[in-house]
């Protein structure tokens, strides 16, 4: 399961990259792993993940409509609370980048009716100001993200760019890890 796991953290880090090839490829692998080790938790994560990607942030509804119900299935199998308000707050999200406001709304009270049964706040007042008109939009939501290379040049020569890259890509895990929590 640590490959999963590994693969879902991977997916992570290209999703806030803006890398939706990568994302969805790393989550794509994880949820086939987790899977063929009945791993549901670990398959729904990654479902979750790759719905999410592909309907918020490349806009492809259709693709990932058959992923929201796989993952509804997981759900309706293993009907936990936490698992249960993940999937109700990625089809919300869903719905509220296909610009179904309605379907989205019905989500989101179903998610904060939730999360009060379980003594949890922090959801309400998202919920809370979104329906007062603040909050996430989908224009807001959906941002453009930039290359990090292209970032990168703000600041940075090619030369250094491509200095750091390369040292970038031979450190190992450990050595990333530790680079990182060194900032």
Known sequence: MA?????????GLCYWQ??????EAAYGQARELAKSRADWWLELEALFGLAFTLACHRGELQAAAPIEQQFQAIIDEHPEPLAIGLGRATSRMMRLFAGDLDGSRAYGKQCLAGTRVLGERWYESQ????????????????WAAEHPRDAARR????????????????????????YARSW
Request: charged share 25%; aromatic share 4%.
């Open 3 to 11: 490959r999963a796991k590994a693969l879902i953290g991977l997916a």
């Open 18 to 23: 803006g890398d939706w090839d990568a994302a």
């Open 127 to 142: 919920i809370l100001r979104e329906s007062l008109g603040g909050g996430l939009t989908v224009e807001s939501g959906r």
């Open 155 to 178: 600041l940075l020569t090619d030369s250094e760019i491509d200095r750091a890259w390369a040292q970038g890509h031979a450190m190992s895990l450990e050595d990333a890890v530790a």
